[in-house]
């Protein structure tokens, strides 16, 4: 076949209408080559006005959050794009919490920190642990887990607030961090599961066969062999727990209101309860707390796009 | 003994390390077993307490069929279902086209738009209450930046966004589009990345260009994570609770809520909080189908992976 293809190529080359596609290309190419390139500087042209647009859509919220925070607390109210009096006056204040919304501000920075680490390392944990019994140890009714962890994945988090909140009451640990904790990581644990699951499989099931031969009990192979090899995939997770869990304001807001338990985001939406509250400050705090995840996505934003694709939602 | 089994399925071809493989592992035995059901307690005490008991929790909660009388006697939970249905409805559909086009657009090799995708995917690097604090300030009637631009560039009075009902809609709509963009335009450039460039190359070999390229290799390829990222974001964009509370703040006079924040504001503001659980589940008739179909889908492509 592939020699025939040959063949008509060189003999072919007289014939004006060529039937293969390796000899029209040329002629066409060169009559109308001028116009093409010009198309091209066209088409290239339009397409970075259009990323222009999409740059300034993409920034412009941002902008304005950096413009209302460098503002003096006069000029708030200006609407102006560029701010007269630039100033960082705002971030002295939530820096060295000298407005009585931000009067814990560090404390609940570090609430925030203890939050999202602690989600992270549950769901870590968890994740990996029921992930080694369905996918390498094959338990009877490991499909029953990896289901449960499939419908929680897909049940939106905010139409289970109300009962959560109840059952958080009964279990008595409402204004304690570890509610929102184990909530979080409820809610983190079934895409870690899914993405692990995923991942585990490229992992040669001989490893753990030779092991065994070795006399290594399971624990010994989760530990040494499991875990080590699983590490792209539990950067990417531990990534998306932290991220989720720093990001989450409804579950922080119903659990969490005294100023001591407090999450920087609850914080946050306390500027909100009154309509003098001064809105510099506000971006301000919000600029410092949108800062960690921003620096947090873009370090690890290869695996990050890694995980996704490993499975997040492949069809 | 599986090194046995090992030796026996060399001599026996293919189909043996396989079954090997399930005898050693499927019939745990004795310490195994014990091993096995310690690693899957973790997450079964998680789902049961945290997951299985909150929702028969919220099911008894919301048994009351007064409280459903009491629910479709109020107007603000019609408007909610209406504007939860075009929320979801024009939210996703229009986020997941425009994704879908510019992960075409992403597609192009060239520095510009590569340093484009960095910028690009700042919206969603970003927390979402700081960002729907700064769309709600950048909307403000009299001091918001979008009016301040409009009068500079064109010199024209923009409206105030937030005090119409549509408006303000839109401007929730658009807030969570411009969230949640990013995300999805990688998925799916994701999905277009692991088409081979063999198909389109065979393609442009039997003449295909431009419209039939996409309508007979992209389109095909492509469809089923389309419409799997269809159904994942229409559940995420039904749960959506903070475009809607931060941007708009259900208002003007709460027209603007959603089925996600009504419920939260039935139980915390009206403190009547198994209205809220009687309103929510009212989205289970939609919601069960939704969740049913994704799990199939899931654990589908998880096979086949």
């Known amino acids: 076949m592939s020699a025939a293809y040959g063949r008509t190529v060189t003999t072919d080359t007289g014939f004006a209408a060529g039937t293969v596609a390796g000899t029209t290309q040329p002629v066409r190419r060169r009559t109308s080559r001028p116009h093409y390139r010009l198309r091209r500087y066209a088409m290239e042209a339009l397409a970075m006005a259009f990323g222009l647009v999409l740059a300034v859509w993409s920034v412009l919220p941002l902008y304005n959050m950096w413009m209302i925070a460098l503002d003096s607390h006069n000029d708030v109210f200006s609407g102006a794009i560029w701010p007269e009096n630039p100033t960082l006056e705002s971030f002295r204040v939530v820096v060295t919490q000298d407005f009585w919304y931000l009067a814990r501000f560090w404390h609940q920075f570090g609430n925030s920190f203890y939050v999202g680490l602690s989600v992270m390392f549950l769901t870590l944990a968890i994740g990996s642990l029921a992930s080694f019994t369905v996918g390498r140890m094959r338990m009877r009714h490991g499909w029953m887990l990896s289901n449960a962890a499939l419908m929680t994945y897909v049940i939106p988090a905010s139409f289970l607030a109300i009962p959560m909140y109840r059952i958080m009451q009964i279990y008595g640990l409402t204004n304690n961090l570890s509610s929102v904790i184990l909530a979080l990581t409820t809610f983190a644990t079934p895409y870690a599961i899914f993405i692990f699951s995923q991942y585990g499989k490229s992992i040669p099931m001989e490893l753990d066969e030779s092991a065994r031969i070795d006399g290594a009990n399971p624990l010994q192979i989760y530990l040494r062999i499991y875990l080590p090899l699983m590490a792209p995939a539990l950067v990417a997770v531990g990534t998306y727990a932290l991220l989720l869990a720093w990001n989450e304001y409804l579950y922080n807001f119903l659990l969490l209101s005294t100023p001591e338990s407090m999450t920087v985001a609850v914080a946050l939406a306390q500027f909100l309860n009154s309509d003098e509250s001064p809105w510099n400050f506000m971006m301000a705090t919000a600029i410092i707390y949108a800062m960690p995840p921003i620096i947090l996505y873009y370090g690890f934003r290869r695996y990050m796009a890694a995980g996704l694709t490993m499975g997040g939602v492949k069809g | ?305």
Not at chain 2, 250 to 260: C, R, W, Y
């Open chain 2, 1 to 305: 003994m599986s090194g046995t089994q090992q030796a026996v399925a060399i001599g026996q071809g293919f189909a043996r390390p396989r079954s090997a493989r399930r005898r050693w592992i499927g019939g745990l035995h004795g310490a195994d077993y014990v091993w096995a059901l310690a690693f899957a307690v973790p997450y079964a005490v998680i789902f049961l307490g945290f997951v299985v008991y909150p929702i028969c929790y919220g099911l008894w909660l919301g048994s009351d069929p007064q409280l459903y009388s009491e629910l479709f006697a109020d107007p603000r939970y019609f408007t909610a279902v209406i504007n939860t249905v075009i929320y979801v409805g024009v939210g996703v559909n229009l986020k997941m086209f425009l994704a879908f086009m510019l992960s075409g657009f992403f597609m192009r090799k060239r520095w510009w738009v590569k340093a484009l995708l960095v910028v690009f995917i700042l919206p969603w690097a970003t927390p979402a209450l700081p960002a729907y604090m700064s769309i709600h300030w950048l909307l403000n009637g009299q001091w918001g930046m979008l009016n301040s631009i409009l009068w500079l560039l064109f010199g024209i009075d923009g409206p105030v966004y937030l005090n119409s009902h549509w408006m303000g809609l839109a401007a929730n709509i658009g807030a969570y589009v411009w969230k949640n963009l990013p995300f999805w335009t990688i998925i799916l450039l994701a999905g277009r990345m692991s088409i081979p460039q063999e198909l389109y190359e065979a393609a442009a070999v039997d003449g295909a260009a431009g419209l039939r390229k996409f309508a007979h290799v992209t389109y095909p390829l492509m469809a089923n994570l389309y419409f799997v990222c269809i159904l994942l974001d229409t559940v995420f964009a039904l749960g959506d609770f903070n475009a809607t509370y931060f941007v708009s703040g259900g208002g003007p006079a709460m027209s603007t809520e959603v089925l996600a924040t009504l419920g939260i504001r039935y139980a915390y503001t009206v403190a009547l909080p198994r209205l809220g659980v009687a309103e929510v589940m009212t989205a289970l008739p939609v919601l069960i189908p939704l969740v049913y179909i994704l799990m199939r889908k899931l654990r589908v492509s998880e096979g086949q992976l």
